[in-house]
């Protein structure tokens, strides 16, 4: 068997110097649960409060929110596809809150 061997010269690739690794622990991640502050509707009302969305794309610098009701720019404009980007250092974005509701006990079963 032949050996094949590549038809580029030594050395005809850049060297590659890193002064430190990418930060590789993010603070989001996809499939996680957050609030946004923004505006949306609520109980056939436009507000502007927080509201709960799943993150569903993180890039170096941004990340991406989609939320299961109608939300809207700024200016008044509905986003259609129910997704908004928001830096990852906004002051408009936090984890979620862990609401717990309380059980309420299940009825009694009667008894014939």
């Given at each position: 068997m032949k050996s094949i061997k590549p038809k580029t010269k030594e050395g005809a690739l850049p060297n590659l110097y890193f002064t430190s690794a990418p930060n590789r622990e993010e603070a989001y991640g996809v499939g996680d649960h957050i609030e946004v502050f923004c505006d949306h509707d609520l109980n056939g009302d436009r507000v502007r409060d927080w509201l709960l969305g799943t993150v569903v794309q993180v890039d170096p610098k941004m990340l991406a929110v989609q939320f299961q009701e109608n939300v809207y720019l700024t200016d008044g404009w509905m986003v259609p596809d129910h997704v908004l980007w928001?830096?990852?250092?906004?002051?408009?974005?936090?984890?979620?809150?862990?609401?717990?509701?309380?059980?309420?006990?299940?009825?009694?079963?009667?008894?014939?």
């Amino acid at each position: 068997m032949k050996s094949i061997k590549p038809k580029t010269k030594e050395g005809a690739l850049p060297n590659l110097y890193f002064t430190s690794a990418p930060n590789r622990e993010e603070a989001y991640g996809v499939g996680d649960h957050i609030e946004v502050f923004c505006d949306h509707d609520l109980n056939g009302d436009r507000v502007r409060d927080w509201l709960l969305g799943t993150v569903v794309q993180v890039d170096p610098k941004m990340l991406a929110v989609q939320f299961q009701e109608n939300v809207y720019l700024t200016d008044g404009w509905m986003v259609p596809d129910h997704v908004l980007w928001f830096p990852k250092n906004s002051n408009n974005i936090r984890r979620a809150i862990n609401r717990r509701r309380k059980r309420s006990k299940p009825a009694a079963k009667a008894t014939l």
